[in-house]
């Protein structure tokens, strides 16, 4: 018999009620104490045993405490607090550890909780600390919803940045930079919840994941996606910094940009179909990226087109993301190489 597996006897007690106990070490690698509650459920001729974080999104955390002094530099401070974060931790106080909280400490603290921290709010904020609460749940916001959402907010990304160089539309480009801001609060999101899945067996299959090795794939996958959203903002950066390009030129950059969203499009539906062949193909279409740079590159010579850095700079920022959605395509590879031996 497995480590997984127990055989007990189901007693009676009182007049009405039926009793079964539990093995004590999977009680404490549960985190669980006496007189927490769980959830039991019936499906059809199984019954199922969930403890309470199932429900609640995680691990049971205690409150975690940040101490700063009074000199300390804020970003210290807003890496623990992410750090704290992605550990499941529901409660985090942040305390002077002599005298009271400065002003730019506490306007750091916030500003990370707005930019970063999704489903996080101040419950509690003076000179003498601050309190910060996750407040979503597994349930209200799925890792799936929420990949996807951020998956879409990339793609749109690139494409805003690239309409923007061809309009030199200024307004557009901040936009883009500022949704930048949006696709790392989904990526930390889903990071605090692929860590207390691995944690957790009962909440992996809530999730969706067969096992901890799927946690650890979408975890890159979701460094993949992080990073499409940087290299779209530093085009838009670049716009302002060095202004739009137009002509043929902007046509050629326009067809490279197309075909690296539709490599990230790909990418990820073989990532959410387990398709292998999808993958293969994925990342064998990839290889055309050089070509579309190439184009992009005689154009601009044969036309003279000016400001060929801030062209190359653009077209290494596509050929990046193009890179990375084949980075997306290889991770599934690994995560379902086994399918295809079940197949052979």
Same mark, same amino acid.
């Given at each position: 018999?497995? /480590?997984?597996?127990? !055989?007990? &006897?189901?007693?009676?007690?009182?007049?009405?009620?039926?009793?079964?106990?539990? +093995? &004590?070490?999977?009680?404490?690698?549960?985190?669980?104490?006496?007189?927490?509650?769980?959830?039991?459920?019936? =499906?059809?001729? !199984?019954?199922?045993?969930? +403890?309470?974080?199932?429900? /609640?999104?995680?691990?049971?955390? @205690?409150?975690? !405490?940040?101490?700063?002094?009074?000199?300390?530099?804020?970003?210290?401070?807003?890496?623990?607090?992410?750090?704290?974060?992605?550990?499941?931790?529901?409660?985090?106080?942040?305390?002077?550890? #002599?005298?009271?909280?400065?002003?730019?400490?506490?306007?750091?603290?916030?500003?990370?909780?707005?930019?970063?921290?999704?489903?996080?709010?101040?419950?509690?904020?003076?000179?003498?600390?601050?309190?910060?609460?996750?407040?979503?749940?597994?349930?209200?916001?799925?890792?799936?919803?929420?990949?996807?959402?951020?998956?879409?907010?990339?793609?749109?990304?690139?494409?805003?940045?690239?309409?923007?160089?061809?309009?030199?539309?200024?307004?557009?480009?901040?936009? $883009?930079?500022?949704?930048?801001?949006?696709?790392?609060?989904?990526?930390?999101?889903?990071?605090?919840?692929? &860590?207390?899945?691995?944690? =957790?067996?009962?909440?992996?299959?809530?999730?969706?994941?067969?096992?901890?090795?799927?946690?650890?794939?979408?975890?890159?996958?979701?460094?993949?996606?992080?990073?499409?959203?940087?290299?779209?903002?530093?085009?838009?950066?670049?716009?302002?910094?060095?202004?739009?390009?137009?002509?043929?030129?902007?046509?050629?950059?326009?067809?490279?940009?197309?075909?690296?969203?539709?490599?990230?499009?790909?990418?990820?539906?073989?990532?959410?179909?387990?398709?292998?062949?999808?993958?293969?193909?994925?990342? &064998?279409?990839?290889?055309?990226?050089?070509?579309?740079?190439?184009? $992009?590159? #005689?154009?601009?010579?044969?036309?003279? @087109? +000016?400001?060929?850095?801030?062209?190359?700079?653009?077209?290494?920022?596509?050929?990046?993301?193009?890179?990375?959605?084949?980075?997306?395509?290889?991770?599934?590879? =690994?995560?379902?190489?086994?399918?295809?031996?079940?197949?052979?």
């Amino acid at each position: 018999m497995s /480590e997984k597996e127990e !055989t007990r &006897k189901i007693q009676f007690t009182g007049n009405s009620s039926y009793i079964v106990s539990l +093995p &004590k070490r999977w009680v404490t690698d549960l985190g669980l104490r006496r007189g927490d509650q769980i959830r039991i459920t019936r =499906n059809s001729s !199984t019954l199922q045993i969930f +403890p309470p974080q199932v429900r /609640e999104g995680g691990a049971p955390k @205690e409150d975690a !405490t940040i101490e700063i002094r009074a000199d300390e530099d804020p970003q210290p401070t807003v890496r623990r607090l992410i750090s704290l974060y992605f550990l499941g931790f529901r409660t985090i106080h942040v305390v002077p550890k #002599e005298g009271w909280l400065r002003p730019e400490q506490r306007a750091s603290i916030k500003e990370a909780v707005r930019r970063m921290l999704m489903g996080t709010e101040i419950i509690s904020d003076s000179r003498n600390g601050m309190t910060l609460q996750v407040l979503v749940s597994l349930l209200e916001l799925t890792v799936d919803g929420a990949f996807k959402r951020m998956i879409h907010l990339a793609k749109m990304m690139l494409s805003d940045a690239i309409a923007a160089v061809e309009r030199e539309n200024l307004a557009l480009a901040r936009e $883009v930079i500022d949704t930048d801001d949006e696709v790392d609060r989904f990526g930390f999101y889903i990071i605090r919840q692929l &860590k207390m899945a691995i944690q =957790n067996e009962h909440m992996l299959k809530e999730v969706g994941f067969r096992d901890a090795r799927s946690c650890l794939g979408y975890r890159l996958v979701v460094k993949s996606i992080e990073r499409t959203g940087d290299h779209a903002s530093l085009i838009a950066r670049d716009l302002l910094e060095y202004g739009g390009v137009g002509g043929p030129t902007m046509s050629k950059i326009k067809e490279m940009s197309q075909f690296a969203v539709s490599l990230l499009d790909d990418a990820c539906l073989s990532l959410f179909t387990e398709d292998y062949e999808q993958a293969e193909k994925t990342i &064998k279409s990839s290889e055309e990226i050089s070509a579309y740079e190439t184009r $992009v590159m #005689e154009t601009t010579k044969k036309t003279g @087109e +000016p400001g060929v850095y801030r062209i190359r700079r653009t077209t290494e920022n596509i050929r990046r993301i193009a890179e990375y959605a084949s980075d997306i395509a290889e991770i599934v590879l =690994n995560m379902t190489i086994e399918k295809t031996l079940k197949k052979a």
